[in-house]
DNA sequence: TAAAAGTACTTTGAATTTCAAAGTTAAGTA
DNA sequence: TACTTAACTTTGAAATTCAAAGTACTTTTA
């Protein structure tokens, strides 16, 4: 018998985690506010969520001054999309299976 | 600007919990070994996620006897079923996002 | 140039969740 | 009567999550 929940990242059981991959993943760059807007969450929330993606090496972050304001952005890096894509995988798988 | 996180459901973030639902998903009635075979859990992991899901009326529980031992069935509830349903629409809905 | 405001955090502490390990109960078997 | 199996329950510790408050840096405003 496989076991059939052992390939779900535990990295991305948080719905935050989850909301900002997804997000990652069809948009190149997206900034700290964006994504407090789109996830409905507190700076301090948000940061923490980000840093733990980052500690996995799953995002990359960039800091540009834009219109004179700080402006940090975030991208998936590559090894963070494939943590991702095969995280889905076994979502998906899991959610076919039949005894 | 939508909150595109807000209807995931926080029963199901677990992934054993996930395992269990999708498992009822697709089978009327599973019992306890099996859950313990296809998803790799000790009896009390088990047994726990499983009361969750109980006390959240995801889930109904029956005891029977059978070959002269006790066997333990799950099924899902109804309103499981539909809260399920409704979270994996949410998270359908979260994985198609563009800003 | 001093105070206020905006952005993006960091820190703190408490509540909640998760889990392994050990103990329990009830029935069946030797 | 001891032993086994199934299905838990309890305990306690570790990890996670989150709100709230505080901070650093820069720009804007008075």
Known sequence: ???IIANLNKSFDNKVR???????????WVDFNTFK???DLTDGR??????????DE???IEKVFFNKKPKTSYK???SGK???NEHLNALEKLLKTRK
């Open 1 to 3: 018998m496989k076991k």
């Open 18 to 28: 989850l909301g900002i991959m997804s997000v990652l993943m069809v948009n190149e």
């Open 37 to 39: 807007d789109m996830l």
């Open 46 to 55: 948000l940061a923490s969520h980000i840093k733990a993606l980052e500690k």
């Open 58 to 60: 799953y995002i990359i």
């Open 76 to 78: 998936a890096s590559k």
């Open 82 to 84: 494939k943590a991702f």
